[in-house]
């Protein structure tokens, strides 16, 4: 089976089957023409013409994509319109003709050639699709002048086909006719590139990445292309297609319940109220969060505030962020985590000393406490959002009670500043601790007395407590987040919280997951904060489980002895509320318990 199946990053979801067309779309070969003196003005005005052509046709795709993809996809082809109307490039194209009497398709390869030369030496990390950009106008520009179309076969394509390519370029995947195009498969490309975004918009189901899939699928070759998993199986048998259709059947049953889902309440079948909120990374995630109606944001990351910056950013910059988050979100909590620089997270003008174990190092908390001219800028910021807005703050890599403490007296120190300065902002706000040390959960008790609320962060609570670093891929095996080690820090938080009368979230990514979502309601934690686009499938799950059952699983989770006995529990007790084969866990159920628990 592995020889037949490759396997690429799936950037747009779905089963497509058809039989493979590969396209080797590469810069076409331009030979080396010279023109008579008297011709060289004459050659300007082709190139002129055919760059004014090749602007209409681009305008073209760009009406398309706004109607096929949306009026933000169609803005991925303005950067080509704009490389095609750059006056510097062009005069630079009629002068190689001019000064050296060559046909302008040539004079343009030259031309291209020196500015991706340029690009490339700048290293910027935006490079790959500006690059992508150049070469597609580049192409096309050539293409036209050399009189060949590129785009004439696909109007011919009638029977269901999957394009191989080694780039796929926006203009080509907008045109696409979903009807016979069922999937895309692509060697270059990754979930983020414009090619992907598109073929997610008008809904090809597509795998990039695919490393030598030129090579490797003929052309004809039936193909079953998996847009979900990224996996692209050539030849595949009738029962193989009729598995995968089957599977794609009940994503698209799963697909519509979770729409339906949206403006339901999110509440167990025993009645249990569950509050979601999202995490939000990036400001382009508060309208995914908002769509999926997170009730206010959970866990507001502020590293990317400097990220990708040469500065830090000012006290007006972030409170200008903080207030935009808080009124997308009225009447709910917007959670504002103070910066957690260092250990992973080292933006460039942050310059942390370099250490031999960040991860244990100067980190989160510690630098803010040690670095009171960035800390109090950021403590200014939330208080003056805070006066029209529901903003917590909450502090990250607590291990001690005195960081707490101090983060408090600073807090109130600026907000007596700010009084006295005559800026408008609030008096006090919740200071809350997230719990993502050992040191923290054990202390859980004392944590709550004194914050205004917890929140977990099972990712960092994974990596000290099993002394596992989450970004290291060798150890993924181990950064196991249901392992009963970390199960008890949780439940002992969960209860501290409890007994304090203090409200307790999960904010790491195991409560983006079904299973981990059933857990964490079972040990007693009402409010999840997790990744916008998992909105859905978690309200979806709180609505199928009852409180009862998972307080059961989870009790019978805390006695289990390794997380893989965790993790078949939680498949048992959720496969007696929800069709497991929906959410694509039905293979990892226990084999024993499978035929019993689903009555197959
Ligand atoms: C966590 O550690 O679980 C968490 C939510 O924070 P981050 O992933 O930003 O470290
Ligand atoms: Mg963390």
Same mark, same amino acid.
């Not at 590469?26 to 030979?31: D, F």
């Not at 310059?351 to 989160?364: D, F």
């Not at 409890?498 to 309601?521: D, F, N, W, Y």
């Given at each position: ?17 058809? !039989? ?52 933000d996809e169609a803005r991925i082809f303005d950067a080509q319109i704009l490389m095609l109307e750059d006056k510097e490039f062009l005069s630079g194209v009629a002068d190689l003709i001019r000064e050296n009497h060559l046909a302008a398709e040539k004079a343009y390869e030259f031309? !291209?050639?020196?500015?991706?030369? &340029? ?78 975004i598109l073929a997610h918009s008008i809904g090809i189901p597509a795998v990039f990445g695919v490393a030598g899939a030129i090579e490797r699928i003929e052309a004809g070759t039936m193909v079953v292309l998996d847009g979900t998993r990224g996996t692209v199986l050539l030849q ?40 979601? #909120? ?62 957690? *620089? ?42 003056? !959002? ?7 703050? &909450? ?47 054990? &202390?859980? $008790? ?45 439940? &002992?938080?969960? $209860?501290?919280? #409890? ?23 079972? *040990? ?77």
């Amino acid at each position: 089976m592995s020889d037949r199946q490759l396997k690429g990053i799936g950037v747009s979801p779905g089963i497509g089957v058809g !039989a493979a067309i590969v396209v080797r779309w590469t810069m076409p070969e331009v030979p080396h023409r010279v023109v008579p003196r008297s011709q060289v003005e004459k050659e300007v005005r082709r190139l002129r013409a055919a760059v004014k052509d090749v602007k209409r046709y681009l305008q073209d795709m760009r009406a398309k994509a706004e109607d096929r993809a949306g009026v933000d996809e169609a803005r991925i082809f303005d950067a080509q319109i704009l490389m095609l109307e750059d006056k510097e490039f062009l005069s630079g194209v009629a002068d190689l003709i001019r000064e050296n009497h060559l046909a302008a398709e040539k004079a343009y390869e030259f031309k !291209a050639l020196e500015v991706r030369d &340029m690009w490339a030496a700048t290293g910027s990390p935006r490079l790959k699709d500006r690059l992508a950009d150049l070469s597609g106008v580049t192409v096309r520009v050539i293409e036209h002048l050399m009189h060949r179309g590129s785009d004439e076969r696909w109007e011919s394509i009638t029977q269901p086909t999957v394009v191989v390519a080694k780039e796929l370029s926006p203009g080509l995947t907008v045109q696409l006719d979903r009807e016979h195009v069922v999937g895309l498969v692509s060697e270059e490309g990754t979930r983020t590139s414009h090619a992907a975004i598109l073929a997610h918009s008008i809904g090809i189901p597509a795998v990039f990445g695919v490393a030598g899939a030129i090579e490797r699928i003929e052309a004809g070759t039936m193909v079953v292309l998996d847009g979900t998993r990224g996996t692209v199986l050539l030849q595949p048998t009738p029962h193989e297609i009729a598995d995968a259709q089957a599977q794609e059947l009940r994503r698209r049953e799963l697909a519509s319940q979770l729409e339906e889902v949206v403006d339901q309440q999110s509440v167990t079948t025993d009645g249990l109220r569950i509050v979601l #909120r999202g995490n939000v990374d990036l400001p382009d995630e508060i309208k995914a969060a908002q769509e999926h109606r997170a009730e206010g944001v959970g866990l507001l990351r502020t590293e990317f505030l400097i990220t990708g910056h040469t500065a830090l950013p000012s006290e007006d910059e972030q409170t200008a962020y903080f207030r935009r988050v808080a009124k997308a979100f009225p009447g709910h909590p917007v959670v504002v985590r103070t910066y957690d *620089l260092g250990g992973d997270k080292l933006p460039a003008p942050f310059r942390a000393p370099s250490e031999v174990n960040p991860q244990l190092g100067w980190r989160a908390i510690r630098v803010c406490l040690d670095r009171p001219d960035i800390f109090r800028t950021q403590l200014r910021a939330a208080l003056r !959002a805070a006066k029209d807005g529901e903003i917590w703050l &909450m502090i990250p890599l607590v291990t001690r009670l005195d960081e707490l403490e101090r983060t408090r007296a600073l807090v109130a120190e600026e907000a007596t500043k700010l009084a006295r300065e005559g800026i408008a902002a609030a008096t006090s706000l919740p200071v809350g601790v997230m719990v993502e040390t050992p040191a923290a959960a054990v &202390m859980a $008790d004392r944590l709550a007395a004194e914050a205004d609320f917890l929140s977990v962060g099972t990712n960092d609570l994974t990596q000290y407590t099993l002394v596992v670093d989450r970004g290291n891929a060798r150890l993924a095996e181990r950064f196991t987040p249901h392992d009963p080690s970390v199960l008890r820090l949780l439940k &002992m938080v969960a $209860d501290a919280a #409890r007994t304090a009368g203090k409200p307790a979230s999960v904010c790491g990514e195991m409560a983006s997951e079904p299973l981990s979502a059933l857990l964490l309601i079972g *040990l007693g934690y009402e409010t999840l904060s997790v990744a916008p686009p998992a909105l859905p499938l978690v309200k979806w799950t709180v609505r199928q489980v009852s409180a009862a059952r998972a307080r059961a699983a989870a009790e019978q989770a805390l006695a289990a002895r390794t997380a893989a006995e965790v993790l078949d529990l939680l498949r048992i007790a959720l496969a007696e509320a929800v069709d497991l084969k929906l959410l694509d866990l039905d293979s990892r159920l226990p084999a024993a318990r499978r035929a019993a628990s689903l009555n197959v």
